[in-house]
Each structure stands twice: as structure tokens, then as C-alpha cells.
């Protein structure tokens, strides 16, 4: 569902991956770690079409969005077949960016119906569906701050799932939360992840980590420093760097 081979992006001067090598296939979740300004938001960012990759290469559902060989021409999807594949990426941010004067259940509805071309009943009977799945049938109408922060997400998630997406990528979907909302979003991420949805998710949840990822990525620098099992890689770190940071996570 995801391949990236030696994929790089700069800023200006500033190079923020340096040859990031990632693979995630289809039904799997993988959970990304890492230090903070180690690249993990750009990296999913380039994925979703929000930065454009500057060398290496890039796929996406067997699609190639980016490519570039050392010294080559780059490769990359027109605007429009960007924003046809972005269509199937559902992407969770920390900051759940709802809109505010929508309830719950406009917010969900925006995109399938000013974009999937979906009826204004469909895409409601559909969102009150996935707001059962997250546990706020009863909020539909609410706005964004008559929630709390976990509910919120909670919505930001059955909006992306609206779609019908092939991949959701989470940015650290947890990290604003109070911790006693946390675990509620958790849920609803494990339940995604059992029935099969593709998920690559940055965080800092290391029992989540354990648990329900199939990989664990750890990045530093922009670069794949390791990656594998989560119980082993968790367990037994084989680079250094890697014993460093979770060494200052418990
Ligand atoms: P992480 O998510 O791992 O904390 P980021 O991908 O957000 O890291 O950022 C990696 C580095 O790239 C940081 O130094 C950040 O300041 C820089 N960066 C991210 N986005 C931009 C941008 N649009 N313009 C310039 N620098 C950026
Ligand atoms: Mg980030």
C-alpha cells in the first residue's frame, strides 16, 4: 500500500529526509516513532500529497506519486491525479481540525458530498452509521466545542472514514488529548486496525505500539534508523539510537 525507497525532501537547504525506505502492506499497521524533528509528519505528508517528494522514489496503491534517480528528471502525479488518489488517504492530525460552525455530522458529510459525489442522504445515513461505530450517535448534531477533545477526534476520524478510505494515516492523534480521553480514541484505532484498514500511525503510544502494530518504524534524523517486530524491536533495540530514545520514553 505504501513503498518508499531512499525517499527524500528538502526544504531549501534544510534536508528533512535523507533516503526514508518504508514499506507497508495492505491490511497491516504500522506505527512510526521517533524525536521529535526527525521528519515522521513529512513523511506522511509526502504520502497524503501535502509535499512532493525530491528524490527517490514513491508509491502509492501500486501508484507512483514521486520518483527521482540520482541526477534524473523528477517524476511526479499531475494535480489532478494527486488530488483522485488523495481521495482514498484518510489523514488523523493531532489537532483534529474540524470545522468549527459545522456539527459533527456536517463535518462528516463536507467531503463525500462536495467531493464523492455522494446525495445529502446517503452521506448522512452513512456518517450516523460511523458515529455509532466511534460511540457519539448521540452528538451528531453537537459542534466541535461542545466536545471534548477525544470526542472531537472521534468525529475527525468517522470524517476521514466517510471516504471509503484505502490507507488513513494518523499524525500523533492522541498527543493533544487529556490522558483520560485517550484511551477511548485508542479504541476506535484498534477496532479500525482488526477489521483490516491499512493505518500508519506517528506515535507515542508504546502499549498501542506493542499491541496492534505488524511493524515499528523508528526514525531519527530522516532516516529509517530500524524497523520491525514492535515486541522485539520495543524489547531487544539493536541500534543505539533506538535504546536511546525509548530509554527516555518509560
Ligand atoms: P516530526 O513530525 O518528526 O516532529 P517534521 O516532519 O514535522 O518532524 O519536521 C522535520 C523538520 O522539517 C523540522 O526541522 C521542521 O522544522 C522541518 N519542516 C517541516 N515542515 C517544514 C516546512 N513546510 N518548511 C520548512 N521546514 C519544515
Ligand atoms: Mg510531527
Redesign the pocket.
Known amino acids: 500500500m505504501v513503498l518508499a525507497d531512499r525517499v527524500c525532501k528538502n ?1 531549501g537547504a ?1 534536508q ?1 529526509l535523507k533516503g526514508v525506505s518504508i514499506e507497508v502492506q495492505p491490511g497491516e499497521v504500522a506505527c512510526l516513532i ?1 524525536p ?7 513523511f506522511l505528508r509526502c504520502v497524503n500529497h501535502l509535499e512532493k517528494v525530491n528524490a527517490g522514489r514513491l508509491e502509492v496503491d501500486g501508484e507512483l506519486i514521486g520518483y527521482r534517480e540520482r541526477g534524473g528528471r523528477l517524476y511526479e502525479l499531475s494535480p489532478r491525479e494527486a488530488a483522485r488518489q488523495r481521495r482514498d488517504i484518510g489523514m488523523v492530525f493531532q489537532h483534529f481540525n474540524l470545522f468549527p460552525h459545522r456539527t459533527a455530522l456536517e463535518n462528516i458529510i463536507e467531503a463525500p458530498v462536495l467531493v464523492g459525489g455522494k446525495s445529502k442522504s446517503e452521506a448522512t445515513e452513512r456518517a450516523l452509521d460511523l458515529l455509532s461505530q466511534v460511540g457519539l450517535r448521540a452528538k451528531a448534531d453537537a459542534y466541535p466545542a461542545q466536545l471534548s477533545g477525544g470526542q472531537q477526534q472521534r468525529v475527525a476520524i468517522a470524517r476521514a472514514l466517510a471516504m471509503d478510505p484505502k490507507l488513513m494515516l494518523f499524525d500523533e492523534p492522541t498527543s493533544a488529548l487529556d490522558p483520560e480521553l485517550v484511551g477511548d480514541v485508542l479504541a476506535v484505532m484498534r477496532t479500525l486496525a482488526a477489521e483490516g484498514m491499512t493505518m500508519v500511525v ?1 506515535t507515542h503510544e508504546m502499549g498501542f505500539a506493542r499491541e496492534v502494530a505488524d511493524q515499528l518504524v523508528f ?1 531519527d534524523g530522516g532516516v529509517v534508523v530500524e524497523r520491525g517486530d514492535p515486541r522485539e524491536l520495543l524489547s531487544n533495540p539493536q541500534q543505539a539510537r533506538t535504546q536511546e530514545f525509548l530509554s527516555k520514553l518509560l
Open positions: 526544504f534544510l528533512v521517533g521529535s524533528g526527525s521528519g515522521k509528519s513529512t506517528v526514525m
